[in-house]
């Protein structure tokens, strides 16, 4: 049976390495995604709309793409088609140029567009099985998405002369389950980004994303089991990051988580030992008393004895 300090080392200890858990996942933001709030939305009034304001909105601001242009864009394939480390003959081929000249095109009328332009035009109804399944239906569709940026790639050197562009970002998004996810391309950072040093663990809630859709790119893994998974990319802008108001909240929440795993550490920690002596001066107590009921005993017994 173990003793009563070494139950006590080992609730510090197990104290110890619940408070280095807490510390290290707290720096990921994630793993504490199914306990963070949801931002709250409010309902907006809008006046009622008359027939001149209907046929403005109905006017478009974003470019229109060139589908004949779009119809190069090889789905099922992967998102560089062939990859750039092929062959030169295979990158030379007449599919890797179709499916370029539909990539550089959609970038050039992302770049080109109007801040706000994609956003006015797109559309929020899309769903993400429909893209991956019927990508032809929704080929040059402006298509808005809001979820968590999980990762982002570094600057994509473009190997075609654009004009007002040189890099291309590729970036990852994850919208209402974990497993729908999205590649997003676009030639603009947006303000308040973190540093490109910090891009390996970033992870941001709560972004928007509109772009045009390219292709369903597939990615296959070959170390290990082989896997294949699809993935739709999408063509825009830029990113549109959530305000610094609701960054804060999110702190917030994981600090309260934090501190609510930690109570109940530093309670153990505190509590703990203090029973423990509570219970060493009673069984101490006990053992006095029974020592001197025994001395008594002994002294009567002697006391008792026939003298010699």
């Not at 009328?109 to 993400?128: F, H, I, M, N, S």
Request: with cysteine; hydrophobic share 45%; proline share 7%.
């Amino acid at each position: 049976m173990m003793s009563r300090r070494a139950i006590t080392y080992l609730l510090l200890c197990t104290s110890l390495v619940v408070l280095v858990f807490a510390q290290v996942s707290f720096r990921r933001p994630q793993v504490w995604r199914w306990a963070q709030a949801e931002p709250l939305v409010l309902p907006v009034y809008t006046e009622p709309s008359t027939k001149k304001d209907e046929l403005v909105s109905k006017s478009r601001r974003a470019p229109y793409p060139i589908q004949s242009t779009l119809a190069g864009a090889a789905d099922l394939e992967p998102f560089l088609t062939p990859n750039p480390i092929a062959i030169p003959e295979m990158q030379l081929s007449a599919k890797a140029e179709l499916d370029a000249n539909a990539r550089y095109h959609l970038l050039q009328l992302a770049k080109d567009a109007t801040p706000g332009a994609l956003e006015a035009d797109a559309r929020k109804d899309v769903r993400y099985r429909a893209l991956v399944q019927k990508p032809n239906d929704y080929r040059g569709e402006l298509v808005q998405i809001t979820g968590d940026l999980i990762s982002l790639g570094e600057p994509m050197e473009l190997h075609r002369k654009v004009p007002g562009m040189e890099v291309a970002y590729l970036g990852l998004m994850a919208c209402d389950q974990a497993d729908y996810q999205y590649l997003v391309l676009f030639p603009d950072l947006p303000a308040g980004l973190p540093p490109q040093k910090d891009w390996n663990q970033l992870y941001l809630r709560n972004v928007q994303f509109t772009g045009y859709s390219y292709k369903v790119a597939k990615f296959t893994r070959t170390e290990g089991k082989v896997k294949s998974w699809m993935l739709p990319v999408l063509i825009g802008k830029t990113l549109i990051l959530p305000e610094k108001a609701t960054e804060s909240l999110d702190w917030l929440n994981l600090i309260t988580i934090f501190l609510a795993m930690a109570a109940p550490v530093i309670l153990i920690i505190l509590l703990v030992p203090r029973l423990f002596r509570r219970a060493d001066k009673e069984h101490e107590s006990l053992m006095q008393n029974f020592r001197q009921r025994r001395e008594s005993r002994i002294r009567d017994s002697l006391d008792h004895l026939p003298e010699q």
